[in-house]
């Protein structure tokens, strides 16, 4: 799934694009994941925003909510360079196209009043995103103290850090010497992983992310490669319901106090 730092990359492209330009025509199926779309037909886009993985289209009194899902993207192009597995498509003034792209089918699309949210959405409870000055050591420690949740889990957590997801969480524990599986995160420990979690993703927005730009992770999805601290093969291991990838031995589990 695209997380901040490649959402913040697809919002960077598109606005400078996309500002000023008029919808014409919306096509979209009649889907539960996409509400009320046939709305934004006439409206100008003022501008792209972003609130951890969401992105915003303004459109005056009326806001496009996007959710990319695991696969979905936007991309702009003309109508007879449609891209396969496009579920919604968008046509913009000057014969141009925005398109929707989502293979998994598992992003949403919401028209909503302007300012206000869908009552079903996460959006609601977000917490602060890393970079956000909200989100300071205090704060991180005062939201994971006493929890039992795995640290892979609470970094998973949108209502504890918006815009990080399975990446930016197995390489934020790796920075910070974390196994994914630890639970009663010592104050020391949350100090170390919101040092990482911050320097993780100033990297990343700087490089663009990484399918969108440059940044290469140093444990995601190199299961069985050697780590690049110690050589050690990185290992994997399912936690909260997804696949984290660490460091056995720079990331000790002995004290992971987990089953």
Same mark, same amino acid.
């Given at each position: ?53 969401? !992105? ?49 089918? !598992?992003?949403? !699309? ?150």
């Amino acid at each position: 799934m695209p997380e901040l730092p490649e959402v913040e990359s697809l919002r960077r492209q598109l606005e400078p694009r996309l500002a000023g330009r008029r919808i014409q025509a919306v096509e979209a199926p009649d889907s539960p994941r996409f509400h009320d779309l046939g709305l934004a037909v006439g409206r100008r886009i003022a501008g792209i925003d972003r609130r951890g993985k969401f !992105l915003f289209l303004r459109l005056g009194d009326r806001d496009l909510l996007i959710h990319l899902g695991l696969t979905g993207w936007l991309c702009l192009g003309p109508a007879d360079r449609r891209p396969p597995h496009v579920r919604a498509e968008w046509l913009l003034d000057g014969g141009e196209r925005l398109y929707f792209e989502d293979p998994r089918r !598992l992003g949403r !699309l919401y028209m909503v009043p302007a300012g206000k949210l869908p009552a079903s959405e996460t959006l609601r409870r977000l917490g602060p995103e890393p970079l956000d000055p909200r989100f300071t050591v205090d704060y991180l420690a005062s939201r994971i103290a006493g929890m039992m949740a795995p640290a892979k889990a609470l970094l998973l957590d949108q209502a504890i850090a918006a815009g990080v997801g399975n990446i930016y969480s197995d390489e934020a524990l790796f920075r910070a010497r974390v196994h994914p599986a630890r639970r009663r995160l010592s104050t020391s420990e949350a100090a170390a992983i919101h040092a990482a979690i911050q320097e993780v993703m100033r990297e990343s927005l700087a490089a663009g992310g990484i399918e969108t730009g440059t940044f290469v992770p140093r444990v995601h999805r190199r299961g069985g490669k050697p780590c690049p601290e110690c050589g050690m093969p990185v290992a994997s291991r399912r936690i909260a319901g997804r696949t984290a990838y660490f460091c056995p031995r720079c990331q000790p589990a002995d004290y992971a106090n987990s089953p």
